[in-house]
């Protein structure tokens, strides 16, 4: 079984849930605490052994390809003024040179299409798809380890409640094996109490290549938008497909209330803040 060293990560989003804060700032610069956001998708993906990142950008998008270059008068300065862990900490941050490669999406056509962007620089091998405003931490690692049980197809998918079905991709289920299980069928964005169950499509994918030549049909889906999930669903005929139930909690930082938990979650996971702002919280919610 080939092994999964790549990573396609769509950014071309027009983050129209987030304006006006994503006028000039792509989404996935946002921080959550002190880092990026497309900065905690990479790293979760670098432990879980990913070794090439490519993100699939649009136009005022660039400075994600800054963000993961080597900012050399910042270095300078900062090994100057002897601020060495800062210093070591950007570098620890950082894939080497040749583990990214960027392209463009040209027109936001939507996921399907963004991914089928990527269809060159993947090749013939399977690789993840990582919706980087999905904050999923340990969910690569999750994911890898099904596909090591399973081969072919991965996603991960997570519970809501059934009145909210309607917003998301569902897969329908099969023979269950705990953690994983068949999926058997999958639609984009049911009509309110028709889907086929409340697991969401969550932003984790371990694809086969032969997805890309589905997608190069371009046909349009939900939305007038050319579908991942109508892509996968097509290659369902051909190719077994299973569903990974993440154990953890997903934050959607493309939306107000996810990024704002989010915020709140990684403050109090880390050891340098977690007593200070809890104690400010503290303060705010006793104050109203
Ligand atoms: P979203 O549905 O979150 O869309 O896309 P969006 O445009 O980023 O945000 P809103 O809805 O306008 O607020 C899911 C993922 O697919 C990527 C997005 O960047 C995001 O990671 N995407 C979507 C593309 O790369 N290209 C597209 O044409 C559409």
């Known amino acids: 079984m080939k092994r999964i060293r790549k990573a396609v990560l769509p950014v071309a ?3 129209t849930r987030f304006l006006p804060a994503t006028k ?3 989404k996935e610069m946002l921080t959550v605490v002190d880092r990026p956001v497309i900065q905690h998708v990479v790293d979760d993906a670098r432990e879980a052994g990913i070794e090439h990142f490519i993100f699939v950008t649009g136009r005022g998008k660039a400075v994600i390809e800054d963000h993961f270059d080597i900012a050399y008068e910042l270095d300078r300065t900062l090994q100057e003024r002897g601020k060495v862990k800062e210093f070591e900490a950007l570098k620890a941050d ?4 040749g583990q990214t490669s960027f392209t463009r999406q040209q027109a936001p056509l939507g996921l399907g299409h963004a991914v089928w962007c990527a269809r060159e620089i993947v090749g013939d091998e399977p690789f993840a798809v990582i919706l980087p405003d999905m904050l999923s931490r ?4 999750q994911m890898l380890d099904a596909y090591d049980r399973h081969g072919g197809n991965i996603i991960a998918v997570e519970e809501v409640p059934e009145d909210q079905t309607h917003q998301y991709g569902i897969v329908a289920t099969g023979q269950d094996h705990g953690q994983t299980f068949e999926i058997t069928g ?9 889907a086929p169950s409340n697991l969401i499509i969550s932003g984790r994918y371990i694809l086969q290549p032969e997805v890309f030549g589905v997608l190069a049909a371009q046909e349009t889906g939900a939305g007038g938008e050319i579908q991942l999930t109508d892509a996968m ?4 005929g051909s190719q077994p497909f299973f569903g990974m139930r993440y154990e953890g909690r997903t934050y959607d930082t ?3 209330l996810g990024f704002l938990t989010a915020n709140v979650a990684y403050a109090l996971d880390r050891q340098d803040l977690a007593e200070p702002f809890r104690a400010e919280l503290r303060k705010l919610l006793g104050e109203r």
Do not use: F
């Open 186 to 194: 999958m639609v984009e964005k049911p009509k309110p109490g028709t």
């Open 254 to 256: 493309g939306t107000k």
């Open 13 to 15: 989003g027009l983050g």
């Open 94 to 97: 950082l894939p080497q040179a």
């Open 24 to 26: 000039s700032i792509p």
């Open 138 to 141: 340990g969910a690569m690692r």
């Open 233 to 236: 669903k097509k290659l369902m």
